[in-house]
Each structure stands twice: as structure tokens, then as C-alpha cells.
């Protein structure tokens, strides 16, 4: 199957990190959702039955919390390089009760899928880094792939001790469709909130020269009418 992801990461890379304000924003886009996996990650432990699986998953969850503030200090940094320096914002993300909503078998699927997604992904950028001179955002991103390929390789053998090899393979599969289907959701509400924000501008523009005929026609007139 191909690696989609990497390559896509590949292409954009010219794109998502030309600029230090473009960079800033997408390492803060990163650092929210560090922070949002981290939050996850306590609750799982606080959940699942197995005292070996809440150790994992609160060692798991201090490493995001690491990222999340990796990503966040070298973001305040490049937006303060930036020409205009964009509004990044609090370093605050809420959970989403993946582990209350999946399962603990789907829910490890889920976080597995992710890992391995950010993997490639943070592999893509960081070769793109190291080929354009950026040292500091090279090794930022070489620094937290350790923790990304061990991250997807405890959570696979979690899966498959607890349900199997075939098992854990369908699961995967299925949190990858329904991801799929989040973001096309997600993307779909992004969408029609902006159409429906030109929508209504381009009404108010087109009205206001009714708006002045109205006026026109039939002025306003002080005091009693008879």
C-alpha cells in the first residue's frame, strides 16, 4: 500500500513551511493536538483494567505532554521571526473520550493508526528540514520521532495481545475508516460555515442598492401622518 501520507507530507512541505508565520502555525496545530492525545491518554489509564496498560499509557501521555510544549516553544519562537507575527493562542485542547467512545481494543487501534500516521508524516518534514538547512526544526522533529516509532510499535503488540493478530488488523482498518469519515465531516462543516458566511455578505452587497431604492421611493417622513 502506498505511503500517502509521507508522500503528501513531501509535497506540501514547500507549502505548509515557507514562511516562519506559515511554520508557527502549523508546529502550534501540532502542539494542540500533542496536548488533546495527552488528555486522552490519562483518562485511558484511568480506565482500562490492565495496571500494565495504565503505566504505558501515562508514560505515553507524558511524552505528548513534552511534545506538546516542544512544539508550542519553537512556534512562539518562529512567529516572533515572522514578518506578521500570527495570534497562536493558549496551549489548551479538550479531550475527546476516545477511550469512553471506542473501546479499549478500538481505542488502541485508533492511537496506534495515529502514531504511525504522525510517524510518516514527521519523517517527511524532517527530511525536508535537514535538506534545506533548518537544523533547529531537523532535530525538533528527529527528537520526537524516537518517541513517535516506539509509540506505534507498544500499542500494535498491546492490540494484538489483546484481541490477536487478525483481530487487531481489522480493527485498525475500521478506526482508519471511521477517522476517515471525521475529517470528512469536519471538513464539510468548515466548508459551509465559510460558504455560508460569503453567502450572506454577498447578500447584504447585493441588497444595500435595493435598500437605497426603497428610501428613495418612499422616504422616510417626520412627525403624524394623515
Same mark, same amino acid.
Given at each position: 500500500?502506498?505511503?500517502?501520507?509521507?508522500?503528501?507530507?513531501?509535497?506540501?512541505?514547500?507549502?505548509?513551511?515557507?514562511?516562519?508565520?506559515? @511554520?508557527?502555525?502549523?508546529?502550534?496545530?501540532?502542539?494542540?493536538?500533542?496536548?488533546?492525545?495527552?488528555?486522552?491518554?490519562?483518562?485511558?489509564?484511568?480506565?482500562?483494567? @490492565?495496571?500494565?496498560?495504565? /503505566?504505558?499509557?501515562?508514560?505515553?501521555?507524558?511524552?505528548?505532554?513534552?511534545?506538546?510544549?516542544?512544539?508550542?516553544?519553537?512556534?512562539?519562537?518562529?512567529?516572533?521571526?515572522?514578518?506578521?507575527?500570527?495570534?497562536?493562542?493558549?496551549?489548551?485542547?479538550?479531550?475527546?473520550?476516545?477511550?469512553?467512545?471506542?473501546?479499549?481494543?478500538?481505542?488502541?487501534?485508533?492511537?496506534?493508526?495515529?502514531?504511525?500516521?504522525?510517524?510518516?508524516?514527521?519523517?517527511?518534514? @524532517?527530511?525536508?528540514?535537514?535538506?534545506? /538547512?533548518?537544523?533547529?526544526?531537523?532535530?525538533?522533529?528527529?527528537?520526537?520521532?524516537?518517541?513517535?516509532?516506539?509509540?506505534?510499535?507498544?500499542?500494535?503488540?498491546?492490540?494484538?495481545?489483546?484481541?490477536?493478530?487478525?483481530?487487531?488488523?481489522?480493527?485498525?482498518?475500521?478506526?482508519?475508516?471511521?477517522?476517515?469519515?471525521?475529517?470528512?465531516?469536519?471538513?464539510?462543516?468548515?466548508?459551509?460555515?465559510?460558504?455560508?458566511?460569503?453567502?450572506?455578505?454577498?447578500?447584504?452587497?447585493? /441588497?444595500?442598492?435595493?435598500?437605497?431604492?426603497?428610501?428613495? /421611493?418612499?422616504?422616510?417622513?417626520?412627525?403624524?401622518?394623515?
Amino acid at each position: 500500500m502506498p505511503d500517502l501520507t509521507g508522500t503528501l507530507a513531501r509535497i506540501l512541505s514547500p507549502l505548509v513551511w515557507r514562511t516562519p508565520g506559515h @511554520s508557527a502555525r502549523r508546529l502550534h496545530a501540532f502542539a494542540l493536538a500533542e496536548h488533546g492525545s495527552m488528555l486522552d491518554l490519562r483518562l485511558a489509564a484511568a480506565r482500562t483494567p @490492565s495496571p500494565l496498560r495504565a /503505566a504505558a499509557y501515562l508514560k505515553h501521555a507524558d511524552d505528548e505532554a513534552r511534545h506538546a510544549q516542544m512544539f508550542a516553544r519553537r512556534a512562539q519562537r518562529l512567529a516572533a521571526d515572522a514578518r506578521k507575527p500570527p495570534s497562536l493562542g493558549p496551549l489548551r485542547a479538550d479531550s475527546e473520550r476516545l477511550f469512553e467512545t471506542l473501546g479499549e481494543r478500538d481505542f488502541l487501534a485508533f492511537v496506534h493508526f495515529g502514531e504511525e500516521r504522525a510517524r510518516r508524516q514527521f519523517e517527511a518534514y @524532517s527530511i525536508w528540514f535537514k535538506g534545506h /538547512a533548518r537544523d533547529q526544526d531537523h532535530k525538533l522533529f528527529e527528537t520526537i520521532l524516537v518517541d513517535e516509532r516506539h509509540h506505534g510499535t507498544y500499542t500494535r503488540e498491546f492490540l494484538v495481545t489483546l484481541v490477536g493478530e487478525p483481530e487487531a488488523r481489522a480493527a485498525i482498518r475500521r478506526v482508519a475508516r471511521w477517522e476517515l469519515g471525521r475529517r470528512w465531516m469536519r471538513t464539510g462543516r468548515f466548508v459551509a460555515e465559510r460558504v455560508y458566511i460569503a453567502t450572506m455578505l454577498l447578500l447584504y452587497v447585493l /441588497a444595500a442598492p435595493l435598500a437605497v431604492l426603497v428610501r428613495l /421611493a418612499r422616504p422616510i417622513r417626520r412627525g403624524w401622518q394623515k
